[in-house]
């Protein structure tokens, strides 16, 4: 399974685009690109998928360049419910198959 | 649709008492799968379920700690005898194929005092 490395920390402001980008340089043919998030006293929820270019739900925008050793979680107009810890991984899509290996993350501060 | 539901929420218990944590994973799904966060640490996978069955149980720290799903259905986490290091956060998570991505539990909040 391929390490992740994402920033520590990173502080916006309500209303603002918040990029957040993860490394991911190992990741396999068959790995999938996975972002979730984690309020306190709750466990991680999913957000996002992809494997290649952009994907987009009503939550987030998710852009993977062509070699996919990156990828960059996009929320648009931040607001301050969106203050939590954001994860990268990489691995199975449909999660049948075996374990998440979580990072330290990112810890998102939203302020007013 | 109901979620993962974890009990208790919260446990203190002494060292070297036991305590067991439950998990009902969303009904239907196949993939039943162990966490836990120690104080500072990173999240940690502790084994994975297919039905019945253990698939993995490679993060399992030693032999204190004793899962079971009987009946593929919840499962059980037991702690025999609790030591001061395996106080952290406990979360248990669920998926099955048709399904992107994993389904998180609140997670049970475990203190060895």
């Known amino acids: 399974l391929a390490k992740t490395t994402q920033p520590i920390s990173m502080d916006s402001y309500e209303g603002q685009e918040v990029n957040i980008t993860c490394s991911h340089n190992n990741i396999a043919t068959n790995d999938y690109i996975t972002w979730y998030q984690q309020f306190p006293s709750q466990g991680p929820r999913f957000i996002i998928q992809g494997y290649k270019t952009k994907v987009t739900n009503e939550v987030a925008s998710l852009f993977i360049p062509a070699d996919r050793k990156s990828s960059t979680l996009s929320l648009p107009r931040v607001s301050l419910s969106d203050t939590a810890v954001y994860y990268c991984?990489?691995?199975?899509?449909?999660?049948?198959?075996?374990?998440?290996?979580f990072g330290q993350g990112t810890t998102l501060q939203v302020k007013p | 649709e109901a979620g993962v539901t974890q009990f208790p929420s919260h446990s203190v218990i002494e060292k070297g008492q036991t305590v067991t944590l439950r998990c009902d994973p969303i009904s239907g799904h196949d993939n039943l799968y162990w966490y836990r966060r120690v104080m500072g640490k990173e999240i940690k996978f502790l084994l994975h379920f297919v039905k019945e069955s253990k698939q993995d149980e490679s993060g399992m720290p030693n032999n204190r700690f004793l899962a079971e799903r009987t009946g593929g259905t919840y499962s059980t986490l037991k702690v025999q005898p609790a030591e001061l290091e395996d106080s952290g956060v406990y979360f248990c998570?669920?998926?099955?194929?048709?399904?992107?991505?994993?389904?998180f539990g609140s997670g049970t909040r475990l203190t060895v005092v």
């Open positions: 991984l990489v691995g199975d899509a449909l999660g049948n198959t075996g374990k998440l290996i």
């Open positions: 998570a669920s998926s099955n194929r048709d399904y992107y991505g994993y389904t």
